[in-house]
């Protein structure tokens, strides 16, 4: 079963970066896209970013547009989340997930078959 497996989460200041990695097995980077998703104490699970494999076109979500930057290293089976101009509401957990198969949908986390346990975000005011 493809796997995925998150790291580079922690503690930051308000303005400054962060750089998230999803490591995902053979077969898990073979999915059709893979996105990020975050979710802070109490809310729901929301989109970040989503980057397609077949051409690579990514997705962002407003909040995040122009700070944050989805990209994968085919190489070494991996999708980075790089994060620029941290802000305090971007604290949350964020998971990394995969879709098996083609979806119209890149922003509902229910269009998503495979998910990481997660890594902590917190951005310190």
């Known amino acids: 079963q493809a796997q995925l497996v998150e790291s580079g989460g922690g503690l930051v200041q308000a303005g400054g970066s962060l750089r998230l990695s999803c490591a995902a097995s053979?077969?898990?980077?073979?999915?059709?896209?893979m996105g990020w998703f975050r979710q802070a104490p109490g809310g729901e699970r929301e989109f970040v970013a989503a980057?397609?494999?077949?051409?690579?076109?990514?997705n962002y979500a407003d909040s995040v547009q122009g700070r944050f930057t989805i990209s994968r290293d085919n190489a070494a089976n991996t999708v980075y989340l790089q994060m620029n101009s941290l802000k305090p509401e971007d604290t949350a957990v964020y998971y990394c997930?995969?879709?098996?198969?083609?979806?119209?949908?890149?922003?509902?986390?229910?269009?998503?078959?495979?998910w990481g346990q997660g890594t902590q975000v917190t951005v310190s005011s």
């Open positions: 053979a077969r898990a980077f073979s999915l059709y896209r």
């Open positions: 997930a995969g879709q098996l198969d083609y979806s119209f949908t890149y922003s509902n986390p229910t269009a998503y078959d495979r």
């Open positions: 980057i397609r494999r077949m051409d690579a076109r990514t």
